[in-house]
């Protein structure tokens, strides 16, 4: 091999991995020019941010209040169907108890034109048996929370009783004087309104004339016919 060959082959240190030449001090320099731009948008980017973080959060809380709002109106649906229910149920119910109590007024009224004591066994028995009917009746009744009106010596109520006549007597004005058909109610609703007879107070005589000459009294004419 010949120097010139020898000497072509030599491997410069400073060379790169290619073989290139090496790169100058000034060429390998990192200049400031060449470093990453500033960015005059990055303030904007954060306004931006901060803008759309507010809008979601405002965002959740109207959707939260939403859903409270639905879950207080879905609340208030509930409490009304429940009531509606029970308003249905109780009416249907008060409905059943006056096609019955029809019957209960016959139990009383047969009860009362029987006599108190029956000389015959038989009629015994049977009156025995029907106050057994109408002591059951109404303790069936009382087990649904039904319960008699109260009506006779009582003042008027026209939220209790119905007036079927009006009747004079000694009685105060609107007094309960009698009970025709006795009412009901459950629970302090009134279910039937008790049919009464009211009184319209003590008959009052008629007013004289003015002027008129009333006649000598009793005592005058008792001693105007004594000698």
């Known amino acids: 091999m010949t120097s ?7 491997v410069d240190p400073a060379a790169g991995p290619d073989g290139s030449a090496p790169a100058s001090a000034e060429q390998g320099a990192v ?5 990453a731009p500033a960015q005059p948008g990055a303030p904007a980017t954060e306004s931006a941010l901060a803008k759309r973080a507010a809008e979601l959060e405002e965002e959740q809380k109207r959707t939260h ?5 639905t879950a207080a109106d879905f609340e208030n649906f509930k409490r009304r169907s429940r009531t509606e229910l ?3 149920v109780r009416r249907a119910e008060d409905k059943v108890v006056c096609d019955f109590l029809p019957v209960l007024d016959n139990i009383e009224r047969a009860l009362a034109h029987v006599e108190v004591e029956a000389t015959d066994p ?3 028995s049977l009156v025995d048996g ?6 059951q009746f109404v303790g069936l009744l009382g087990r649904y929370g039904i319960q008699a009106v109260e009506a006779l010596a009582t003042p008027f109520d026209p939220e209790k009783h119905e007036a079927i006549q ?3 007597s000694d009685e105060p004005k609107g007094t309960v004087l009698r009970e025709l058909q006795r009412g009901y109610s459950r629970e302090g609703k009134l279910v039937r309104p008790a049919m009464v007879v009211v009184s319209q107070g003590p008959v009052s005589p008629p007013p004289t ?18 000698p």
Not at 31 to 35: I, V
Not at 209 to 226: I, L, N
Request: aromatic share 0%; no cysteine; charged share 40%.
């Open 130 to 135: 029907m106050r057994m009917v109408h002591k």
């Open 209 to 226: 004339e003015a002027g008129a000459d009333p006649g000598p009294s009793d005592d005058a004419k008792g001693e105007a016919t004594d």
């Open 31 to 35: 200049r400031p020019e060449d470093e």
């Open 86 to 88: 029970t308003d249905s």
């Open 122 to 124: 038989a009629v015994k």
């Open 4 to 10: 010139s060959e020898t000497n072509s082959h030599k």
């Open 166 to 168: 009006q009747q004079a």
């Open 65 to 69: 209040d939403r859903l409270l709002r």
